[in-house]
């Protein structure tokens, strides 16, 4: 330990007289020559290390490409199971139609016609269980009609009583390549009619303007049998074949995946697909391998430039750095060490200007620390508050209005993006404070649960039901535009009225209907549908309006 101590007190060598400035010279040179040493035996491994990551990044790309390409088809896929399903949703909520029930044909026609205002070039037929066409949207009401030429579907129909999706199909009349959805019309608990839309296979075509995708990608759509229903380029030419057989016989065992293959214009691609587990109809998207080849290229030498470019860079700056190396980084060893203990931290006088920089950085440090600190204990007080909120109303167990507000937010933002429809439903009951006034508020209490129970008895459970305050409700209609929301509308104000409600006997509700629009914001369509709501107090009670233009257009 004494020898340590005498070498700790001595002078450095270069600092004897007997050495003088030249050994003092000779040392500063060694600094400059441990640098340049350091460069270059960084510079072959570095070189060995590039060379091993191009490889590897070039793998990385090629499987990036193909990640790209089942990504799209993965998310088409989802579009297009989204853009049938709004097709049978459609039909599922005409199927509900009182006008069915009561054998009001004339009326049904009618709104079959108003359902297609949003499915051009589509029709709406209903048949029996023999086939024998009922009403077809496309012949006026009273038409003579034949009997289905898709009589399996309407087999399908009655026997399973599910919703069906057939395959591409060349129309007898029009020798348009049609796609059918098929849904049952349930009466006393079995089917009645089998209710089906016919879409033109060129509607899907609508799915490709969903992405900016890269102009030599094709994109082309199978039905649950492997017929092209569509495809980005030259869909009239290969509508209607089949794909070759080897990709159709590993499509038969995976569901999604990537692979080479020649394409129907002969050219070899890399081509990943996605079959839907909900309707069996699968999404292609390929490139050209050419193509493919030449991209990967034109990285390659990007790569390869910039790589050349930073490594002289780097070798450059490197070579330049000759600063002399201090002790004095030791001085920051306490303030850390009192940092780390949460202690105050005190400076003492640094000689260089970067120690000095670190040295206030650990104080920013701690005094970031300390106001870290506060903040996440102020973070937990208000989580502790928000947790105490109820988000459901304690009387129906339907969401209240501060829960609503956050759903009704994101489904503004969801149709603003995606361009999805959706609307509000406004309701109450009529004469509900003379119910309580005469009957007490425990039975109205009981009446507001009773006709919760019958309002989520008729909507889906993707729909959102929230009480407004006392007797007033309010139903968020995802992917229903104002027509098909009113049709659920009535259908609710139907069963209600048709209830007898214990205690009170029969009550009605009046409904106002609002479709959300680009420029709505949380008020100005809960606004409507509220208007809405009034006017159908004011022309009665017991109905269901929609929003006019005029209350489109009002300010609130």
């Known amino acids: 330990m004494e020898a340590f101590a005498?070498?700790?007190?001595?002078?450095?060598?270069?600092?004897?007289?007997?050495?003088?400035?030249?050994?003092?010279?000779?040392?500063?040179?060694?600094?400059?020559?441990?640098?340049?040493?350091?460069?270059?035996?960084?510079?072959?491994?570095?070189?060995?290390?590039?060379?091993?990551?191009?490889?590897?990044?070039?793998?990385?790309?090629?499987?990036?490409?193909?990640?790209?390409?089942?990504?799209?088809?993965?998310?088409?896929?989802?579009?297009?199971?989204?853009?049938?399903?709004?097709?049978?949703?459609?039909?599922?909520?005409?199927?509900?139609?009182?006008?069915?029930?009561?054998?009001?044909?004339?009326?049904?026609?009618?709104?079959?016609?108003?359902?297609?205002?949003?499915?051009?070039?589509?029709?709406?037929?209903?048949?029996?269980?023999?086939?024998?066409?009922?009403?077809?949207?496309?012949?006026?009401?009273?038409?003579?009609?034949?009997?289905?030429?898709?009589?399996?579907?309407?087999?399908?129909?009655?026997?399973?009583?599910?919703?069906?999706?057939?395959?591409?199909?060349?129309?007898?009349?029009?020798?348009?390549?049609?796609?059918?959805?098929?849904?049952?019309?349930?009466?006393?608990?079995?089917?009645?009619?089998?209710?089906?839309?016919?879409?033109?296979?060129?509607?899907?075509?609508?799915?490709?303007?969903?992405?900016?995708l890269p102009g030599e990608w094709l994109i082309t759509i199978l039905d649950s049998g492997n017929a092209i229903a569509t495809r980005s380029k030259l869909p009239e030419r290969y509508t209607g074949k089949h794909i070759s057989p080897p990709l159709m016989q590993l499509m038969a065992v995976e569901k999604q995946g990537t692979t080479e293959g020649v394409n129907m214009e002969g050219t070899l691609s890399t081509v990943s697909f996605r079959r839907s587990d909900i309707t069996g109809w699968t999404v292609l998207v390929s490139t050209s391998k050419a193509v493919m080849a030449n991209e990967l290229k034109q990285w390659l030498q990007w790569v390869m430039a910039s790589l050349g470019v930073l490594v002289l860079f780097g070798l450059g700056l490197a070579l330049g750095i000759s600063r002399i190396i201090t002790r004095s980084v030791q001085g920051l060893i306490a303030p850390a060490l009192a940092l780390g203990r949460g202690e105050t931290v005190s400076l003492g006088h640094f000689e260089l200007a970067e120690t000095s920089e670190v040295a206030n950085a650990l104080l920013l440090a701690a005094d970031l620390l300390r106001k870290r600190e506060a903040a996440r204990e102020r973070a937990y007080e208000l989580w502790q508050e928000a947790e105490n909120k109820a988000e459901k109303d304690v009387l129906t167990g339907v969401y209240n209005r501060l829960r609503f507000n956050e759903f009704l937010s994101i489904e503004i933002a969801r149709s603003s993006r995606y361009q999805i429809p959706f609307s509000l439903v406004f309701y109450d009951i009529d004469l509900f404070k003379t119910i309580n006034d005469t009957h007490g508020h425990e039975v109205g209490d009981e009446i507001l649960k009773a006709v919760t129970r019958i309002v989520r008895q008729n909507i889906r459970e993707s729909d959102i039901i929230t009480r407004w305050g006392g007797d007033e409700f309010i139903i968020i209609l995802t992917q229903q535009n104002v027509s098909n929301s009113a049709l659920v509308a009535e259908v609710i104000r139907s069963v209600i009225d048709s209830h007898s409600f214990a205690g009170v006997g029969h009550l009605t509700c009046s409904f106002g209907v609002a479709e959300f629009r680009v420029g709505d914001t949380p008020k100005t369509l809960t606004a409507r549908a509220d208007l809405s709501l009034y006017e159908a107090k004011r022309n009665g009670r017991n109905r269901v309006e929609k929003a006019s233009a005029f209350f489109r257009n009002q300010k609130t």
């Open 6 to 212: 005498l070498l700790a007190d001595s002078k450095p060598v270069w600092d004897l007289p007997m050495f003088g400035k030249r050994f003092r010279h000779f040392n500063q040179l060694r600094i400059r020559s441990y640098l340049t040493a350091l460069v270059l035996s960084c510079l072959v491994p570095v070189c060995l290390s590039s060379a091993y990551l191009i490889r590897y990044s070039y793998r990385n790309r090629i499987a990036l490409l193909e990640q790209n390409l089942l990504a799209t088809a993965n998310i088409l896929s989802v579009a297009l199971d989204r853009d049938l399903a709004i097709s049978q949703t459609s039909l599922e909520a005409l199927a509900t139609s009182p006008a069915l029930a009561s054998g009001d044909m004339a009326t049904f026609h009618a709104q079959a016609r108003s359902v297609l205002k949003n499915f051009p070039d589509s029709d709406i037929i209903l048949a029996d269980a023999t086939g024998q066409q009922i009403v077809n949207s496309y012949k006026p009401f009273g038409s003579a009609l034949p009997k289905r030429g898709s009589q399996d579907s309407v087999r399908r129909i009655f026997e399973t009583g599910r919703p069906i999706i057939s395959n591409v199909f060349k129309g007898a009349v029009t020798g348009r390549y049609l796609i059918g959805v098929d849904v049952p019309v349930f009466q006393d608990a079995r089917v009645r009619y089998d209710l089906a839309m016919t879409l033109p296979a060129d509607h899907l075509s609508a799915l490709f303007l969903l992405r900016e």
